[in-house]
């Protein structure tokens, strides 16, 4: 049997309040003789949910011989307690970075037609219109395949698209995307590719696009969408650019404030453009 990091319930600290049951989605804790107990090896996937949920100090995690946590096992064992639970399941795993069991659980629930929670809430975060007419502008796509079958000499031609996803308009953009993982981040006001002739060349190659309107869209919901997009993705950089009029320079607060609401260290760069097309100092 092999080693692996499992949780450890100190039965002489529980007092079975049982405030870490709803903190472990994936059901491997139960209340038993007045004790909190792990009911199943297969359901712990060691990641401590349910710890910092423990009044009394109870719950560790240790390194021991346990049988192979069975993703498959556990989502059977979680849909039947509905979609807040499997939505809770979902985040807590790309929340640890677990991305095969996330891609097991996500394949487990497209195999029983059951609607994924993430996404269908990415959705009602899309624009209202847009999402009812079945726009076909809305369907992820990620490009960074087809951008690399390009000839290594044409990389640095003139006119040659460096965009790598769709959609591109912050609003549009799912934060459980799979382009957002592990990228470079490239926040544009959308005025900005018009004013700056080389945009594609100089500011977003090799970089993830996300474009919006600090003076004319609503930035209230930007901070939310930001944060969450920065918690659930290994973001490696974030670059404003905007232009150098005053209102382009709204989303600077709206950026940093979301990286301080993820707590993470993430390296952001602001870059001004000129109304003239000119990168300013």
């Not at 996937?45 to 349910?50: F, H």
């Not at 394949?107 to 959705?123: H, M, Q, V, Y």
Request: proline letters at 6%; one cysteine or more; a neutral charge.
């Amino acid at each position: 049997m092999p080693k692996r990091k499992i949780i450890n319930i100190d039965l002489k600290k529980c007092n079975g309040c049982g405030l870490c049951i709803p903190n472990c989605p994936e059901g491997a804790i139960r209340v038993i003789d007045n004790k909190a107990r792990l009911i199943s090896d297969l359901f712990c996937d060691g990641l401590g949910a349910c710890i910092g949920h423990c009044p009394q100090g109870a719950i560790n995690i240790e390194e021991r011989d346990a049988e192979e946590y069975d993703e498959r096992k556990v989502m059977a064992n979680i849909v039947k307690q509905g979609k807040n639970v499997i939505k809770a399941h979902l985040l807590h795993l790309k929340e640890h970075k677990q991305d095969k069991y996330f891609e097991q659980a996500v394949s487990f629930l497209e195999e029983e037609g059951i609607k994924n929670p993430i996404f269908e809430s990415a959705e009602k975060n899309t624009d209202e219109h847009a999402r009812h007419s079945g726009c076909p502008g809305l369907k992820v796509m990620d490009l960074r395949q087809a951008r690399k079958s390009l000839q290594p000499e044409q990389s640095n031609v003139k006119g040659i698209s460096e965009l790598k996803q769709w959609p591109v308009q912050i609003n549009l953009v799912p934060p459980f995307a799979p382009y957002l993982q592990g990228a470079d981040l490239l926040i544009a006001a959308d005025c900005v590719p018009f004013a700056y002739p080389d945009f594609h060349r100089d500011l977003l190659k090799g970089k993830i696009l996300l474009i919006g309107c600090p003076k004319l869209d609503n930035v209230g919901p930007y901070q939310e969408k930001f944060t969450e997009i920065i918690k659930q993705n290994d973001i490696k950089s974030i670059t404003y650019a905007h232009m150098e009029v005053p209102c382009c320079f709204g989303l600077v607060s709206v950026i940093r404030s979301a990286i301080a609401a993820s707590s993470k260290n993430i390296p952001f760069k602001e870059i001004t453009i000129s109304i003239n097309g000119e990168v300013m100092e």
